[in-house]
């Protein structure tokens, strides 16, 4: 390895696991190393893991501990990024935990955190989908419905750590709407993640709908897609749905940020160009002609790697 280039580290932190990865300065990530969280062992425990897997991470490539230009990590919660503390993760039990501050201490180097779909973004913008693209707007369609936007290779953080919380848009109209578990109600969330879909498909099947779902006894996301895919009437017209809602959600992000170009991520968006071409369906029937032209709906590449990518990236992307 060329001693002389600048590396970056970046940490993905998960409920059960970490994975840390190096990355060169253009976001090409060299080396991914993996060990469990521990959560058990709360805050102190899990950042020492941190700081082993990183300097394992470091040592086996061979590189030198000085070309390591910046260290980041993506952490599930809410964050205050400027001081670099995790105001509360609810999956890994965290509140008021200052990370930066710890990690910096353990491995006397600049550490930036921000949270998981953020740096999952940036991570797309730096050497995914979006590489090269200035104006991006990530979603990742997982659990819930995770965003980050990029303006001029700016990661918009906003005031208080809020920007980019695009599933939490109130697409949904009042008559149609259901409780979030953010605590509002009709947010994109709701109808367009794993479990928006899930919940649709099993009020279609309480209700006493014809469809091929009724058999199927843990129903997940995945079992709709396909049952759309097959043919399912009933399915088809719940995936049309959160198709239709994300459409609008992007439509809505057009004349506000006006991206060049929206990455779909996340286990839902493994259903490929049959939900892609449903969204940009609904994305072209709601947005102005000036905003839509020559903006297209891509799948994110890096798929489980966006995290340590996107994380190392902070120090880039700043
Ligand atoms: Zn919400």
Redesign the pocket.
């Known amino acids: 390895m060329d001693k002389s280039q600048k590396l970056y580290v970046g940490i993905d932190l998960g409920g059960t696991s970490v994975k840390v990865g190096l990355c060169d300065r253009l976001g090409k990530l060299l080396a991914v190393y993996e060990g469990p969280t521990e959560a058990e062992k709360r805050a102190e425990g899990v950042l020492q893991n941190i700081e082993l897997y990183v300097r394992e991470l470091v040592g086996r490539e061979g590189c030198d501990w000085e070309q390591i230009a910046g260290i980041g990590a993506g952490i599930p919660g809410f964050l205050d990024m400027e001081t670099g503390v995790v105001k509360a993760s609810p999956n890994l039990g965290w509140k008021d935990v200052p990370v930066k501050a710890i990690l910096e201490e353990r491995l006397g180097k600049e550490v930036r955190i921000d949270n998981d779909a953020n740096v999952a973004a940036l991570g797309e913008v730096w050497s995914g989908a979006a590489a090269g693209i200035p104006n991006a707007v990530c979603y990742t369609l997982g659990t819930g419905v995770g965003g980050g936007i990029i303006i001029k290779n700016v990661l918009c953080q906003g005031y208080s750590g809020m920007g980019g919380e695009i ?2 848009l109130g697409v949904v109209p009042a008559e149609e709407a259901i409780t ?5 109600k009709g ?1 994109l ?2 109808v367009s993640s794993a479990t928006g879909i899930i919940y649709m498909a099993k009020e279609a099947v309480i209700r006493g709908e014809q469809t091929s779902l009724a058999h199927i006894r843990e129903l997940t996301a995945k079992d709709v897609l396909d049952a759309a895919k097959a043919g399912d009437q009933v399915a088809a017209r719940i995936v049309d749905r959160a198709a239709d809602y994300l459409g609008k959600s992007m439509a809505l992000l057009s004349v506000v940020v006006n991206p060049q170009r929206f990455v779909i991520g996340g286990g839902v968006a493994k259903a490929g160009s049959f939900l892609l071409d449903q969204i940009d369906h609904h994305f072209r029937k709601y947005a102005l002609e000036n905003a839509k032209t020559n903006v297209d709906i891509v799948p994110a590449i890096l798929g489980n790697n966006a995290g340590v990518v996107g994380a190392a990236g902070l120090h880039v992307f700043g």
Do not use: D, N, R, V
């Open positions: 599933g939490h979030c578990g953010c605590g509002q947010c969330e709701t």
